[in-house]
């Protein structure tokens, strides 16, 4: 599962192009990443969380000790291991080579290795990879589905490794956030980007360092990512049979769009309001709660059996 060369998935709607051309930049960005005080992964090994309030708020009262649970696009595993320390059986799956080494290391040296397996594999290829395991809580984050064409596709792998009851939670960048630029005033935007989903139209961009560090040398590197709406995300997850749970929206970003947003205590980024305070009137990201009905139909279940309600439902 380590071999550099993998080939583009045979069945999977990702160009070999553009597949080729992310896999490359995230083996790059995962050597930056490594190093950088935004992933601080020497505090990790010291025994921080990665894992932002939110997440613990809304998500946490969902792991519990043995919750088996499957996380989506991993990158290099700070949070799957967070949710392993946590006392979760997690695996996590990502088509970066480098960032599943380093994922496998991290394990070792914490020794969270026993509750912890990494799948180095193509999100589309995660029905072949995973053999039919099914999952209490699968886990998708920050970041992670701007990489993929096709939510259709991804809704069902996410419906399909979820334990009948289980719960599906993802925290993410908002779409509306992906239409901004900077705008033509001091720290000020505009919207410049697609607003709705053109599966067979990436964006294609020259990578300038990245959002963990700016100055991580990405010479001669592109992406291409993919919008979406959230009318496409939520309707692919109610399609594939998942009911939503919650939908929250934040004026909040867990990385900053530019240099000049505002990093507050818990991790979030603002944009300023030009007299000295944080803008509160456009979404930066989402969170989303969604369940599998039990195989009677019910509900998944809304609180954990022995565990505590989320603390603050919001819609
Ligand atoms: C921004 S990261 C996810 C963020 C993660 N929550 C974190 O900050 O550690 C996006 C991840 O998606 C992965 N990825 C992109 N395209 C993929 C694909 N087609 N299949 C599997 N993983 C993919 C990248 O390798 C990267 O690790």
């Known amino acids: 599962m380590n071999d550099r060369r993998q080939p583009a998935s045979a069945a999977g709607p990702i160009p070999p192009e553009a597949r080729d051309a992310n896999l490359a930049l995230w083996n790059r ?23 932002l309030p939110l997440e613990l708020e809304e ?12 996380h989506l696009q991993c990158h ?5 291991l967070s949710w392993a320390r946590r006392g979760a059986e997690v695996v996590g799956l990502d088509f970066s080579d480098e960032a599943i080494a380093l994922a496998r290391r991290l394990a070792e040296e914490t020794g969270l290795s026993g509750r912890a397996e990494f799948v180095c594999a193509d999100l589309y290829d995660a029905d072949a990879h995973l053999d039919g395991r099914l999952f209490d809580v699968v886990f998708v984050s920050w970041g992670a589905i701007e990489w993929l064409p096709d939510l259709e596709r991804w809704a069902g792998i996410v419906a399909r490794h979820l334990q009948p009851g289980g719960t599906f939670y993802m925290a993410e960048i908002h779409p509306f956030a992906y239409a901004l630029e900077e705008g033509p005033g001091e720290q000020d935007v505009q919207i410049t980007y697609r607003l709705l989903p053109a599966p067979d139209r990436p964006d294609v961009e020259p990578v300038e360092g ?5 100055d991580a040398d990405t010479s001669g590197l592109v992406s291409y990512g993919w919008q979406h709406s959230l009318a496409e995300i939520v309707g692919t997850l109610v399609g594939a049979g998942l009911r939503l749970e919650h939908l929250h929206e ?13 990093r507050d205590e818990q991790r979030w980024w603002w944009l300023p309001d030009g007299k000295g305070g944080r803008r509160r009137d456009l979404p930066f990201s989402y969170s989303l709660r969604a369940s599998k009905p039990a195989d009677d139909g019910a509900p998944g279940e809304a609180a954990p059996a022995g565990g505590a309600g989320p603390a603050d439902e919001k819609a």
């Open 210 to 214: 990245s959002y963990a560090d700016p």
């Open 76 to 80: 290099f595993g700070l949070d799957t």
């Open 29 to 51: 960005w995962t050597r930056a990443h490594e190093k950088s005080d935004f992933y601080d992964v020497q505090g990790f090994k010291a025994g921080a969380t990665s894992l």
């Open 250 to 262: 934040f004026p909040t970003s867990p990385a900053p769009f530019w240099s000049w947003m505002i």
């Open 59 to 70: 998500l946490g009262p969902y792991v519990r000790e043995g919750t088996t649970l499957l």
